[in-house]
């Protein structure tokens, strides 16, 4: 195996003898952060595929978890270029990754997720010359709350995917099944180098910006994992992020009148999202009268009967509220965050 390191960036770069010495059609893209449990079954899922000119990068971001996950990757090493960095953020390492790539497709795969052996066969022929990128649906399993679902299933797509469409969510991009062209993604100038959330929804409204034509399967081509220590954290933590690109979009990218109306809509949306999910963290504290609030405040932003009803029952059956919550959303109770911020005022 040759070694090179980088002292201007902090990088080393491993390169297992057999990884291709020219230029494969295919750079299949991992970046590595606390997957030590998973990264094994992940680099099984890449290496087994029928579609054979590929390479794998995988870019450990600085995991605290490296010495486990340099263990589980051991045996994969010759097949692969493993590169270590400075903590950056996953987007960061996922650009590290594409400036290393020698192939003209990108594929970007999670260290927790596993393509089906079809995956890059299927999303390779699909893509042929229509395509700047293209992504798939992909089977849900990890909570029982997921399975026998699919992503596209909550998550669906359908119509044209242009900017317009990211931004309604009417279709949505799953990374872990999605195929691009390297010229694309650097026309599009890449993931947001600095650690921000949601950085891969960012880099996909602005390659739809830059003329980039999207397709998707709705073929199941991959199984994505759903876990408490997954990159999306709680309930709270996922809107916040949101709206952290929402906001982030408003301000980086020319949008046009309909696209900013969009994004608008959907940040009036978030915040009464975000009060839903603080009332659901109070009402399972037991902080009944912050609970009845937030509700309330929710309601007032997006009134419907269902939130009508439930702060009603807040304000007047608080434990009745809360048994009947524990009951029927068990799973949904793990994503909800036992303390809030300390910056939420209860008093409003």
């Given at each position: 195996?040759?070694t090179?390191?980088?002292?201007k960036f902090?990088?080393?770069v491993?390169?297992?003898?057999?990884?291709?010495s020219?230029?494969?059609?295919?750079?299949?893209?991992?970046?590595a952060?606390?997957?030590?449990?998973?990264i094994?079954e992940?680099?099984?899922?890449?290496?087994?595929?029928?579609?054979?000119d590929?390479?794998?990068?995988?870019?450990?971001?600085?995991?605290?978890?490296?010495?486990?996950?340099?263990?589980?990757?051991?045996?994969?090493?010759?097949n692969?270029i493993y590169?270590?960095?400075?903590?950056?953020?996953?987007?960061?390492?996922r650009?590290t990754a594409?400036?290393?790539?020698?192939?003209e497709?990108?594929?970007?795969?999670?260290?927790d997720?596993?393509?089906?052996p079809?995956?890059?066969?299927s999303?390779?022929?699909?893509m042929?010359?229509?395509y700047?990128?293209v992504?798939?649906?992909?089977?849900?399993?990890?909570m029982r709350?997921?399975?026998g679902?699919?992503?596209?299933q909550t998550?669906?797509?359908?119509g044209?995917v242009?900017?317009?469409a990211?931004?309604?969510?009417s279709c949505?991009?799953?990374t872990?099944?999605?195929?691009a062209?390297k010229a694309?993604?650097?026309?599009?100038?890449?993931?947001e180098p600095?650690?921000?959330?949601?950085?891969?929804?960012?880099?996909w409204?602005?390659?739809?910006?830059t003329?980039?034509?999207?397709?998707?399967q709705k073929?199941?081509?991959?199984?994505?994992?759903?876990?408490?220590?997954?990159?999306?954290?709680?309930s709270v933590t996922r809107?916040?992020?949101?709206?952290d690109?929402?906001?982030?979009?408003?301000?980086t990218?020319?949008?046009?009148?309909?696209?900013m109306?969009?994004?608008?809509r959907q940040?009036s949306?978030?915040?009464?999202?975000?009060?839903?999910?603080?009332g659901?963290?109070?009402?399972?504290?037991?902080?009944?009268?912050?609970?009845?609030?937030?509700?309330?405040?929710?309601n007032?932003?997006?009134r419907?009967p269902?939130?009508?009803?439930?702060t009603?029952?807040?304000?007047?059956?608080?434990?009745r509220?809360?048994?009947?919550?524990?009951?029927?959303?068990t799973?949904?109770?793990?994503?909800?965050p036992?303390r809030?911020?300390?910056?939420?005022d209860?008093?409003k």
């Amino acid at each position: 195996m040759d070694t090179i390191v980088s002292h201007k960036f902090g990088l080393q770069v491993k390169v297992g003898r057999n990884v291709f010495s020219r230029s494969p059609k295919v750079s299949i893209v991992i970046p590595a952060y606390n997957v030590s449990a998973f990264i094994a079954e992940t680099l099984e899922s890449a290496i087994n595929q029928e579609y054979r000119d590929y390479e794998i990068i995988v870019v450990n971001d600085r995991s605290p978890d490296t010495r486990q996950f340099e263990k589980a990757i051991g045996p994969y090493l010759q097949n692969i270029i493993y590169i270590k960095q400075p903590s950056k953020g996953a987007g960061a390492a996922r650009n590290t990754a594409i400036e290393h790539a020698r192939g003209e497709l990108i594929a970007f795969l999670d260290g927790d997720d596993i393509w089906l052996p079809e995956f890059l066969a299927s999303q390779v022929a699909f893509m042929g010359t229509d395509y700047d990128m293209v992504y798939c649906d992909a089977f849900q399993f990890g909570m029982r709350s997921v399975l026998g679902t699919t992503f596209m299933q909550t998550a669906p797509s359908e119509g044209v995917v242009d900017a317009k469409a990211l931004l309604e969510y009417s279709c949505n991009v799953i990374t872990s099944g999605t195929v691009a062209t390297k010229a694309a993604l650097e026309h599009a100038e890449l993931f947001e180098p600095e650690p921000t959330k949601a950085h891969d929804f960012h880099l996909w409204v602005r390659m739809a910006k830059t003329g980039a034509r999207i397709g998707y399967q709705k073929l199941p081509l991959l199984n994505y994992r759903v876990h408490l220590s997954s990159l999306s954290g709680n309930s709270v933590t996922r809107i916040e992020r949101e709206i952290d690109v929402m906001e982030r979009i408003k301000r980086t990218v020319v949008l046009d009148d309909v696209e900013m109306a969009i994004v608008d809509r959907q940040l009036s949306r978030l915040h009464a999202d975000l009060q839903i999910e603080f009332g659901k963290s109070f009402l399972i504290n037991e902080e009944f009268e912050s609970a009845y609030k937030a509700f309330a405040e929710a309601n007032r932003q997006r009134r419907s009967p269902k939130l009508t009803a439930i702060t009603f029952l807040a304000r007047f059956a608080p434990h009745r509220l809360l048994k009947h919550y524990r009951d029927h959303r068990t799973d949904e109770i793990a994503f909800v965050p036992v303390r809030l911020p300390t910056s939420i005022d209860r008093s409003k």
